[in-house]
DNA sequence: CTAAGGGTTCCAGCGACTGGAAGGTCAAGA
DNA sequence: TCTTGACCTTCCAGTCGCTGGAACCCTTAG
């Protein structure tokens, strides 16, 4: 398989597809003309990859998945104690934009939005008294 | 002032003020040794962006709140218009951010989290049965 | 022979800082 | 006077996870 048609099959983009063979989660072979060879197995790979990036693990977490992936002998606790700490920070997250969200829902009601220059917004940013926490 | 007591007055790192005289925020003036000085309008500014950043605006929407709020003739209606898109960004984040989790939560749930090797985790990232969505 | 559509490498840029090196300045103390 | 240490300066590089682009090679079809 060419890196098209993985990037096809993956729906992971070539560019992303060489980066991560750069920072080594892929070492597909090459032919004799320089081009990369992928196996299903790499295809497989970069797959798992992509869902677990998609669910927002970094990296560092993908290769750590990745690992214990491919290590059969490996607990499902390491797996679990990952995907918990990354729920956790998720749900910081979470709490934060909630946090952000309501500060300016609550200074939208009260902008009135017309053309006066009174912008209960704007004295918000700039005399600091917070609406919430 | 120099930059070190805006700094802490502020409370943005001195490295970040500069980067904000960088990109064109602020102007302070020199004195002959050329150390940055600083009048309160600038920690003013330095202050309203802290907090439109600490409420997610990015340095572009920041640059525009400035510049409504600099601009004593703007009617409000443009402030809240970015407000309001922001926080509908927010609120997308929000539901991508749940959306993960829950999917996480499941997993976890369906984890044995103990040292046998089967992980519904791993299983759901290899084979790509999507939990939700 | 040429053009299109693969593939390759390498370098630079995104956003919003942050760290570090190498050096200038200033005030206090011996 | 000298030294120490805290502060300031500039500039360059790195962070993260790609992404875009240039410049080039390979293959196939017309």
Chains 1, 2 share one sequence.
């Not at 004799?32 to 990859?49: C, D, Q, S, V, W």
């Not at 797996?79 to 956790?88: G, S, T």
Request: proline share 3%; hydrophobic share 35%; charged share 30%.
């Amino acid at each position: 398989m060419n890196i098209g048609e993985v990037a096809e099959r993956s729906g992971i983009p070539t560019k992303t597809i060489r980066y991560y063979e750069d920072i080594g989660f892929l070492h597909p072979k090459r032919n004799e003309n320089g081009y990369r060879i992928f196996e299903e197995t790499e295809l497989h790979k970069l797959t798992f990859i992509g869902r677990a990036r998609s669910l927002g693990f970094n990296i560092e977490e993908c290769r750590a998945l990745l690992a214990l992936y491919e290590d059969k002998e490996r607990g499902s606790s390491d797996v679990k104690k990952i995907a918990q700490q990354h729920v956790k920070e998720i749900e910081a997250k979470i709490a934060d934009l909630i946090a952000m969200r309501d500060t300016l829902t609550h200074l939208i009601t009260a902008c009135a939005g017309d053309h006066r220059p009174d912008c209960p917004i704007l004295d918000n940013l700039s005399n600091g008294k917070r609406e919430q926490g």
